[in-house]
């Protein structure tokens, strides 16, 4: 039994007329009665009673046919299926980013990835890199936004931009009086930290050398499970001062004269921004496409191409 049979055989009963039949499935009206005749033999029944004058369904092929004509559908349906699984930017993407990045990554990023590909969607979640790492691995992800490094078996990852590192300053600290601020002075008990979990934390930490772990929590504030904006505020306050990303800083409200931001001295800590998606994933060019868009909407320093 073949589609082609079962087309055969639908048509005939939409048609009645052998030539008719045959004429609508392209083939020749032998080609079209052998085809019927070897369906009926190897079902063991007749679909069509014959005569000189008319071709007419039996009751039990009446059945056959009906059946025969949802089994076409379906085919159809699977071939629909098929087809929209050729264009990779045709369904929704499942995009997790961290904390630090997604805020002001993406307001930037869906208009730009809305103008390339219009038909697909993105499905958006914030978290830790821990948790977006095994959401990844899960399925539950297609693709995460996190900071360099990052590892994983059967992951890829490509390097999207480098984003320096600036100091938050609440106006009238007596650091705005500088041009560039030393890492070295970031080492007092009024630095504000994002809390355990955020990479970003840990990017901080490791950019100051004159901080010493052993003594982290009798010199620093940090904010526990808090976020960036959180921090702001509280630097805008007169709390303290922090450390930003380059693309938090001129995401604000705030009017001029509340906050102050100052570049760190040469040679500035960075952190690298990167892509990564399962290398099994089906969907590579859903993947260029956001690896593209990010590059072109960032607004912090790209990377080569090549890098």
Known sequence: ???????YIVTLAQEQ???RAAERCHVSQP???VGVKKLEDELGVLIFERSKSAVRLTPVGEGIVTQAQKVLEQAQGIRELAQAGKNQLAAPLKIGAIYTVGPYLFPHLIPQLHRVATQMPLYIEENFTHVLRDKLRTGELDA???ALPFQEAD???????????????????????????DTKLLNDKSLLLLGEGH???DQVLEACPTLRKGEEHAKHTTVESSSLETIRHMVASGLGVSILPFSAVDSHHYAPGVIEVRPLSPPAPFRTVAIAWRASFPRPKAIEVLADSIRLCSVAKPLPRNA
């Open 1 to 7: 039994m073949t589609l082609t049979e079962l087309r």
């Open 17 to 19: 007329h052998f030539g």
């Open 155 to 181: 992951v890829l990852t490509l390097p999207l931009y480098d984003e320096p590192f600036y100091a938050l300053l609440p106006t009238g600290h007596p650091w705005t009086e500088m041009k560039t601020i």
């Open 199 to 201: 990479c970003f934390r």
């Open 31 to 33: 080609t079209l009665s």
């Open 144 to 146: 995460i936004i996190v």
